[in-house]
C-alpha cells in the first residue's frame, strides 16, 4: 500500500447556518475508488481523506498498488475516521460509507467512525430546486454551476477510474497512477469548496430531514405528530437509562435507553389560531435566550408550526440547546 501526503492552502468555509450545527467541530472530507459497484465482489482500490485547520488542508490518500492492500487500506481510514467529529461526502450515506463497513466486515475489522455524515448530494437532491436547473446533480455538474471547474486538473470519470486501475495493475504505470490519485485528489478538494451549495438549499430543512449531532445525541428522526414535537436518536458516548415523563415543571418527556442506545424524546405542544407552540422557556430555563433570536421564539414560546408551516430553523436550534446542555 502507498501513502500520499499532500499539504495545501484552501480557503475555510463559513456561514452562520453552517456554524449553527457545526461550529469548533472537526471533520474530514472523504471518498473512494473501488473495482466496481458491489462490495460484496469488488475492492477499495484508494481511499482518500481532506484534513482541515483553518485555511491550511491536507489530503491523504491511501492506495492499493499491491492485491492484497484492501485491508490495510481500510484500517488505516477507519482509524483516521474515527478521530473526527464528522464527515463530509457527495452520496457517502448510499456508497462510500456502506461499501467500506461491508468490505471491513469482510476484514473482520471494527468500522467504528464517526457518527456524522453530511452528505451533500442527499442535502442537494432533496432539499433544493437544482435539479430542475441542471442536467445531473453530479458533483461535477456542481462544480460547474458554482463556477469552480476551473479548479479541477483531473479529467477522467469514476468508471473511467477503474478501467485504469485495472491497467495500472497489469503495467504498474506512474502515469496511470498518477491519474487516478489525481482523480480523487481533486474530487476531496473540490467537494470541500461546494459546500458554500448550502446557501442555496434549505438547509434547516435538510437537517431536521437528515439529522444533526445535538450535545451526545445523533438525532436521526424528527417530525410533528399532531400537536407534539417528536424526537428519535441515538447517545453517542457513556450511554445511559433515563425516564423522565412532563410535569409542569418539565413539560416534556424522555426515555434513554443504555443498551440499545436509544433516546425518543416527546415534547407536547398547544394548538391556536393555526399555529402549535410550546413552553420553550419551561424546558431551557435561562438558555432559552439562546434561541429567543429566532423568529418564531417569542416571549419563551417556540411557533413550531404555523398554518402547515414547519420552522424547521427553531426546532432545530431548541434541539440544539436541549441537548447540549
Same mark, same amino acid.
Given at each position: 500500500?502507498?501513502?500520499?501526503?499532500?499539504?495545501?492552502?484552501?480557503?475555510?468555509?463559513?456561514? &452562520? #447556518?453552517?456554524?449553527?450545527?457545526? %461550529?469548533? !467541530? *472537526?471533520?474530514?472530507? @472523504?471518498?473512494?475508488?473501488?473495482? +466496481?459497484?458491489?462490495?460484496?465482489?469488488?475492492?477499495?482500490?484508494?481511499?482518500?481523506?481532506?484534513?482541515?485547520?483553518?485555511?491550511?488542508?491536507?489530503?491523504?490518500?491511501?492506495?492499493?498498488?499491491?492485491?492484497?492492500?484492501?485491508?490495510?487500506?481500510?484500517?488505516?481510514?477507519?482509524?483516521?475516521?474515527?478521530?473526527?467529529?464528522?464527515?463530509?461526502?457527495?452520496?457517502?450515506?448510499?456508497?462510500?460509507?456502506?461499501?467500506?463497513?461491508?468490505?471491513?466486515?469482510?476484514?473482520?475489522?471494527?468500522?467504528?467512525?464517526?457518527?456524522?455524515?453530511?452528505?451533500?448530494?442527499?442535502?442537494?437532491?432533496?432539499?433544493?430546486?437544482? &435539479? #430542475?436547473?441542471?442536467?445531473?446533480? %453530479?458533483? !461535477? *455538474?456542481?462544480?460547474? @454551476?458554482?463556477?469552480?471547474?476551473? +479548479?479541477?486538473?483531473?479529467?477522467?470519470?469514476?468508471?473511467?477510474?477503474?478501467?485504469?486501475?485495472?491497467?495500472?495493475?497489469?503495467?504498474?504505470?506512474?502515469?496511470?497512477?498518477?491519474?487516478?490519485?489525481?482523480?480523487?485528489?481533486?474530487?476531496?478538494?473540490?467537494?470541500?469548496?461546494?459546500?458554500?451549495?448550502?446557501?442555496?438549499?434549505?438547509?434547516?430543512?435538510?437537517?431536521?430531514?437528515?439529522?444533526?449531532?445535538?450535545?451526545?445525541?445523533?438525532?436521526?428522526?424528527?417530525?410533528?405528530?399532531?400537536?407534539?414535537?417528536?424526537?428519535?436518536?441515538?447517545?453517542?458516548?457513556?450511554?445511559?437509562?433515563?425516564?423522565?415523563?412532563? #410535569?409542569?415543571?418539565?413539560?416534556?418527556?424522555?426515555?434513554?435507553?443504555?443498551?440499545?442506545?436509544?433516546?425518543?424524546?416527546?415534547?407536547?405542544?398547544?394548538?391556536?389560531?393555526?399555529?402549535?407552540?410550546?413552553?420553550?422557556?419551561?424546558?431551557?430555563?435561562?438558555?432559552?435566550?439562546?434561541?429567543?433570536?429566532?423568529?418564531?421564539?417569542?416571549?419563551?414560546?417556540?411557533?413550531?408550526?404555523?398554518?402547515?408551516?414547519?420552522?424547521?430553523?427553531?426546532?432545530?436550534?431548541?434541539?440544539?440547546?436541549?441537548?447540549?446542555?
Amino acid at each position: 500500500m502507498k501513502k500520499i501526503v499532500d499539504h495545501l492552502h484552501i480557503d475555510r468555509y463559513v456561514s &452562520k #447556518t453552517f456554524n449553527m450545527y457545526f %461550529k469548533n !467541530k *472537526s471533520f474530514a472530507v @472523504f471518498d473512494i475508488e473501488t473495482t +466496481g459497484l458491489s462490495p460484496a465482489y469488488c475492492k477499495v482500490i484508494l481511499s482518500g481523506i481532506l484534513l482541515a485547520e483553518g485555511d491550511e488542508c491536507q489530503v491523504i490518500q491511501f492506495f492499493a498498488d499491491q492485491v492484497g492492500d484492501e485491508k490495510e487500506i481500510l484500517q488505516q481510514t477507519v482509524d483516521i475516521l474515527k478521530s473526527v467529529d464528522y464527515i463530509i461526502t457527495y452520496n457517502g450515506r448510499h456508497f462510500d460509507i456502506p461499501f467500506m463497513e461491508k468490505r471491513a466486515r469482510k476484514h473482520k475489522i471494527d468500522f467504528d467512525i464517526c457518527p456524522y455524515n453530511l452528505d451533500l448530494y442527499l442535502i442537494v437532491n432533496g432539499h433544493s430546486e437544482l &435539479k #430542475t436547473v441542471l442536467p445531473n446533480l %453530479k458533483q !461535477k *455538474s456542481i462544480e460547474i @454551476f458554482m463556477g469552480l471547474a476551473s +479548479g479541477r486538473d483531473d479529467e477522467i470519470s469514476g468508471k473511467e477510474s477503474v478501467d485504469l486501475y485495472h491497467r495500472y495493475m497489469t503495467t504498474k504505470s506512474f502515469d496511470l497512477e498518477r491519474q487516478i490519485l489525481l482523480h480523487n485528489h481533486d474530487d476531496l478538494i473540490q467537494l470541500y469548496r461546494i459546500l458554500p451549495i448550502i446557501s442555496k438549499v434549505n438547509f434547516h430543512k435538510a437537517m431536521f430531514k437528515l439529522g444533526f449531532v445535538a450535545g451526545n445525541v445523533l438525532i436521526q428522526r424528527v417530525n410533528m405528530a399532531g400537536r407534539d414535537l417528536h424526537v428519535f436518536g441515538s447517545q453517542l458516548k457513556s450511554p445511559i437509562d433515563y425516564i423522565s415523563f412532563p #410535569t409542569e415543571d418539565t413539560p416534556f418527556s424522555i426515555t434513554m435507553d443504555s443498551a440499545s442506545r436509544d433516546v425518543e424524546l416527546i415534547v407536547p405542544g398547544q394548538a391556536e389560531a393555526g399555529a402549535i407552540y410550546f413552553d420553550a422557556q419551561a424546558i431551557l430555563g435561562e438558555n432559552v435566550k439562546e434561541i429567543e433570536k429566532y423568529p418564531s421564539v417569542t416571549n419563551g414560546y417556540l411557533i413550531a408550526e404555523e398554518y402547515g408551516k414547519i420552522h424547521h430553523m427553531e426546532i432545530n436550534a431548541f434541539l440544539l440547546s436541549f441537548f447540549e446542555r
